[in-house]
Every structure is written in structure tokens, then in C-alpha cells.
């Protein structure tokens, strides 16, 4: 069973960072991606960045060059920095760990990013 612990999100004002942390615990899984998604009501869950153990890491085009996606397999741990915010980047974002040897994908419980003036 893995637990996931996101942390970071806020209120931001256009143009402003903010610094999303997802670490993840248990025992007995291995970790093959972290990524986050993002949502918003009404719509699908979408991929925002995804870093695939032994890949590249992927970003929606919507956020390249703007979002770095970090990865600390050591810790367990994947962090999303988000540079000039722009209001439609506002969601609840999601960490996601991908363990090949699970049934499922695991989820954190969400995180709250809001860019408003």
C-alpha cells in the first residue's frame, strides 16, 4: 500500500510561482512514474507532467516552459515548480505513482491552485 502526501498549493496572482511537493510512503511497491495531473469541475483529469523512471519527462503542451517537474527517487518524492501562473492553471492538482506491480495507479488527495487577482 503506498500513501501519497501532497503539500503546496495556494492562492497566486498571475505571473507568481508556486511549489507543489508530493512525497510518497509504504512498503512493498516500486515506483516506475510520478507525474501530476489537474482538474477542473466538469472535466477530465489531465496530465500536467509525468516523469517516467528511465525517460524523459513529459509536459501538456500548455505548461512547457513554464513548469519543471522534479524527481527525487531516493525520497520518494516528485515536486512540481509552476512559473508564471496563468488563471486557466487553476485546478486541484494531483500527484500520481505509477507501481507496475499494482493493479491500480495511486493518487494524492488533491491539492488546491488558485491564480486570481
Known amino acids: 500500500q503506498v500513501q501519497l502526501v501532497e503539500s503546496g498549493g495556494g492562492v497566486v496572482q498571475p505571473g507568481g510561482s508556486l511549489r507543489l511537493s508530493c512525497v510518497a510512503s509504504g512498503s512493498g511497491f516500486r515506483i516506475n512514474a510520478m507525474g501530476w495531473y489537474r482538474q477542473t469541475p466538469g472535466n477530465e483529469r489531465e496530465l500536467v507532467a509525468v516523469?517516467?523512471?528511465?525517460?524523459?519527462?513529459k509536459y501538456a503542451q500548455s505548461v512547457k516552459g513554464r513548469f519543471t517537474l522534479l524527481r527525487n527517487s531516493a525520497k520518494n518524492a516528485v515536486y512540481l515548480e509552476m512559473n508564471n501562473l496563468k488563471p486557466e492553471d487553476s485546478a486541484v492538482y494531483y500527484c500520481?505513482?505509477?507501481?507496475?506491480?499494482?493493479?491500480?495507479?495511486?493518487w494524492g488527495q488533491g491539492t488546491q491552485v488558485t491564480v486570481s487577482s
Open positions: 516523469a517516467p523512471l528511465g525517460s524523459s519527462t
Open positions: 500520481n505513482v505509477v507501481d507496475p506491480g499494482a493493479k491500480y495507479d495511486y
